[in-house]
C-alpha cells in the first residue's frame, strides 16, 4: 500500500478527485465504490465545481443501514444521491443498496453480482474507522468476506448515531473486503489529528482481521492518503 501525505485535508481530497478522473480516464464506465462520512464531503464539494463530465460512470455505495428505505433522509442512499446532485455522474448510474429491502440478505448478493456484471470496481473510496473499520467491516471481518449482512459495534453506532438522535441501526450491509480489495485500485481517506491514532496502528500493526482496513496493505493498487494532521503519529 502506497502511503501519500498532504498538507491539508482540501489537498487530499483533491488528490483523491484525481484518483477519479484517472479511473474515468482509464474506462469511462467505471464503477467506482463511494463512502458517506463527514471525511469524504470535501471530496464530493471538489468534484462538483471540477467541471468533470463522467456520463458512463457508474457508482455503487459502500454500506447501508437495514431498515432505512433510499427515501430516509438519514439512509446513506439519501446522501449518495445528494452529494453527487450537480457532479459530472449522471443519477440513473447510481446503483444504491436498498436497506429496506425485504430479504437484507438477497440484497447484499444483488449489490455483489451488480458489481460483477458492471465488470468490477474500478476505485473503491474509503474512510477509516477509529477502530480499524473500513465501510462496515469491522474488527474480526474475514478478509475473505464478500458483500453481506452485519452486525454493527458499540463504537461505530455511537460515532454514527448524531442522526439516530442516539445510536445508528445495529445492523447494515456493507460490501466486503474481498469485494474491496478485488478492486483495480483502492484509495483510503483518513484526514484529521483524530485519525492520527488509527493511521499509526494501520502502519505499524500486523496485518489481520482485527484492523480490517490493514487487508488494503496486501495490495499493490491500494493508496493511504492522509493530511499532515492524520500522518502525525506516523512521521519520522
Request: no cysteine; charged share 20%; glycine share 10%.
Amino acid at each position: 500500500m502506497l502511503v501519500e501525505q498532504y498538507e491539508t485535508a482540501q489537498d487530499a481530497a483533491a488528490r483523491v478527485v484525481a484518483l477519479i478522473e484517472a479511473a474515468a480516464d482509464a474506462r469511462p464506465d467505471a464503477l467506482l465504490a463511494l463512502p458517506t462520512g463527514q471525511t469524504p464531503l470535501a471530496v464530493y464539494r471538489l468534484l462538483r465545481k471540477s467541471g468533470l463530465d463522467l456520463p458512463r460512470v457508474h457508482v455503487v455505495n459502500l454500506d447501508e443501514y437495514i431498515g432505512l428505505p433510499q427515501t430516509d433522509e438519514r439512509s446513506y442512499a439519501t446522501y449518495v444521491r445528494r452529494e453527487l446532485s450537480g457532479s459530472g455522474i449522471r443519477r440513473e448510474n447510481l446503483h444504491l443498496i436498498d436497506g429496506a429491502a425485504a430479504e437484507p440478505h438477497d440484497e447484499a448478493g444483488r449489490i455483489e453480482a451488480l458489481i460483477g456484471e458492471l465488470g468490477g470496481i474500478d476505485l473503491a473510496i474509503t474512510g477509516l474507522g477509529l477502530n480499524g473499520h473500513v465501510a462496515f467491516n469491522e474488527p474480526g471481518s474475514p478478509f475473505a468476506s464478500p458483500t453481506r449482512v452485519v452486525s454493527l459495534s458499540p463504537g461505530t453506532r455511537q460515532v454514527n448515531g448524531g442522526p439516530f438522535g442516539g445510536l445508528a441501526p445495529p445492523m447494515a450491509i456493507t460490501l466486503g473486503l474481498s469485494t474491496l480489495t478485488g478492486s483495480r485500485a483502492v484509495a483510503v481517506l483518513a484526514t484529521g489529528a483524530h485519525k492520527a491514532e488509527v493511521v499509526a496502528r494501520l502502519a505499524r500493526d500486523p496485518v489481520s482481521p482485527s484492523l480490517p482496513a490493514s487487508a488494503f496493505r496486501l495490495m499493490y493498487n491500494a493508496t493511504l492518503v492522509l493530511d499532515r494532521a492524520a500522518a502525525q503519529q506516523t512521521s519520522g
